[in-house]
Every structure is written in structure tokens, then in C-alpha cells.
């Protein structure tokens, strides 16, 4: 692993059923981010962590819960779904120290039919 | 509330400077970072600007004025592997204790280069 690994890659699911998004970093980066990202709207923050144990929510939390065990993990899970979630989700990471450097996870692509 | 502008689509041609201007008016400013996305790939880091002024990496560099809530990327010497999506992220004040603040990104510019 080098970086953020996302799990799945892509995942068709139905709507009503629940999910979760896998993350994980190496890099042992304090804060942790969750950023969906839908076509001509950007990338719009769900919910975050800054330290394990800690988590905050963004500017899009309904409809999401995310937890942070430890320093390497940082789920998202979608209780419910909805085809309004249907996006592109990102994980990202940072030290943390305000200079405004993510790394970013190479996504999932989720559609709720 | 948290706003940021930037011009959804931008074309040069090989070889030319394009510029990328960001606005923004948010409360509990720390900073304006830009990433790059290609299609289909993830956001990456170009650069920071916690001060104003320019600063410089290479054929990039980012510009900074607090005064006017404004900066721009400006990309030199164009190449056709720099068509991409480019994204202004504002860095703001936590909202409580020992966060070190979150970024806010705008809708980002599509820049396509044309040989």
C-alpha cells in the first residue's frame, strides 16, 4: 500500500441498502476527508476526522456516517441509499499542519439504482 | 457561508500561458491551494498560498491577495498532458478546537490544450 487505497473501485447498488466505503492510508497522516464529487458541482466535503477517535461533519453529511478507529482507517457508510448519492466518492488524507496538502484516494464510483 | 468562483472552462494551445483566476468569500481564511484532475483520476496537489504574492514551482506558479479575496494559477509553457481540471480550495478556520480547519473547493476550470 503507498498512499490511500479505496475499496470498492466502482459498485452498482440498489437503493435501500446500506454500504460502506473503505479508506485507508499509510502515509500515518493525523486527518482524514470524505468528498463526493458530482459532474459541474466539484468536490463538496461529507464528513472528516482530524485525529483518530475525533470526527466532524462537512458541508453534505446527511445520509452518511463515518467512524475512525485508529489513525489508518476511516470508513464511510451510506445507511440507506438514495439515487441522489450516486457520484464519484474520494478519500483523502493530510498532516494536518494547514498548508493544504490532501492526498487523495483514487475514488469509488457509486450509483444507487 | 462559503463561496468560491473560478470559470468552468478555459482552451490554449501548446506552448502558450494560460491563467486560472480564483475568487472567493469565506469566513476564517487560512489559505488558497489548487490540484489538478485529469479525467477520471484523483484531485493532486500543485500549490499553496497562505501569504500574498506569487509563488513559484516550475512551469506553475499561484497567486495570492487576501485584500481582494483573489489568486490565480498560471500555467507556462502549456503542454497537452496539462489538459485537466484544475480546482481552487480555500482553506478555513476550524469551527472548534485543535482542527486545523478544512478545505473548500470551487467547481473547477477545465482546461483543454490544443496542439
Same mark, same amino acid.
Given at each position: ?113 | ?25 469565506? /469566513?476564517?481564511? @487560512?489559505? =488558497?491551494?489548487?490540484?489538478? %484532475?485529469?479525467?477520471?483520476? &484523483?484531485?493532486? #496537489? ?22 481582494? /479575496?483573489?489568486? @490565480?494559477? =498560471?500555467?507556462?509553457?502549456? %503542454?497537452?498532458?496539462?489538459? &485537466?481540471?484544475? #480546482? ?28
Amino acid at each position: 500500500i503507498a498512499g490511500i487505497t479505496q475499496a470498492p473501485t466502482s459498485q452498482i447498488l440498489a437503493a435501500g441498502r446500506r454500504m460502506t466505503l473503505r479508506c485507508t492510508q499509510d502515509m500515518r497522516h493525523n486527518a482524514m476527508y470524505w468528498y463526493r464529487q458530482d459532474l459541474g458541482l466539484g468536490l463538496r466535503l461529507i464528513h472528516y476526522s482530524n485525529t483518530a477517535g475525533t470526527t466532524g461533519k462537512g458541508e453534505v453529511p446527511d445520509g452518511y456516517s463515518v467512524s475512525r478507529a485508529n489513525t489508518d482507517d476511516f470508513p464511510l457508510t451510506l445507511a440507506s441509499a438514495v439515487p441522489s448519492q450516486t457520484s464519484v466518492y474520494f478519500c483523502a488524507s493530510s498532516e494536518g499542519d494547514r498548508t493544504g496538502g490532501y492526498t487523495f484516494g483514487s475514488g469509488t464510483r457509486l450509483t444507487v439504482v | 457561508g462559503q463561496s468560491l468562483e473560478q470559470p468552468s472552462e478555459v482552451t490554449a494551445v501548446e506552448g502558450a500561458i494560460v491563467q486560472i483566476n480564483c475568487t472567493y468569500q469565506t /469566513s476564517g481564511f @487560512y489559505g =488558497l491551494s489548487w490540484y489538478q %484532475q485529469h479525467d477520471g483520476g &484523483a484531485p493532486t #496537489f500543485l500549490s499553496y498560498n497562505a501569504l500574498d504574492g506569487l509563488e513559484e514551482t516550475g512551469r506553475f506558479s499561484s497567486f495570492l491577495s487576501r485584500s481582494d /479575496s483573489y489568486g @490565480y494559477l =498560471l500555467l507556462q509553457e502549456l %503542454q497537452m498532458k496539462d489538459s &485537466a481540471s484544475y #480546482f481552487c480550495a480555500v482553506r478555513v478556520r476550524p469551527s472548534f478546537r485543535g482542527s486545523q480547519g478544512n478545505l473548500i473547493f470551487g467547481k473547477g476550470t477545465k482546461l483543454s490544450v490544443k496542439p
